[in-house]
């Protein structure tokens, strides 16, 4: 059936009683129908195909309205997908970017700015605390960590000759010996040394 190209129900009834309409009113004509019976059976005749017309142009308006409903939801999953695949393609980069780059993402503390300076002792003490050897306060003043900032200037891969406990001699970092001609045992230290000291080896143990 061909689509119907406008809205039947703003259609009018043809005045089938003017003079345009009479050939078709004779041809209704006979001995038992006259005009004014002819005219009303013209008017029933298009009041019958307008009515079907309507019927035809309400499902036509229906079925439209559906395949746009359809398109649209066609188009609205396709918009998704493509949405979808684009948050895929940036996670995948993220992960690659994360996985090539890993400290640009290492998280910040969120830690106050120190008020006070950072004790950094001499790499020797800090190897006897991590044994839990016996380290001398001496390296925890104000001489000592002096003495560790300049061997920290060191070349750590520089390497010096050491006697070791057992007499022998091998090969040490330069930066982690302990220099005994500077060392000054605990029970010499000023009283001044000795308040520097055991509160920043506290800290460190």
Known sequence: MPRLSSDPNLSICPDYAEEVYANAQLQLTNQNI???QA???LRNIWLTGNNADKAQ???QVEEDAEQCQHLERLREEEQERQDQDRIDEDE???KEDKKKNKFKYTSIPGLDVPMKPVIIPSAYAVRKLDKGDYVELWYFTNSGLDDAKLKSSVNEDA???ATLAGGDTAWVSAAST????VVVDDQNLTFEDFC???PRIIEAM
């Open 39 to 41: 005219i009303i059976i």
């Open 159 to 161: 390497m010096v000759m």
């Open 34 to 36: 006259d005009e004014a």
């Open 196 to 198: 520097q000291a055991c």
């Open 57 to 59: 142009w309400q499902n």
């Open 92 to 94: 995948a980069a993220r």
């Open 178 to 181: 302990r220099n005994a001609g």
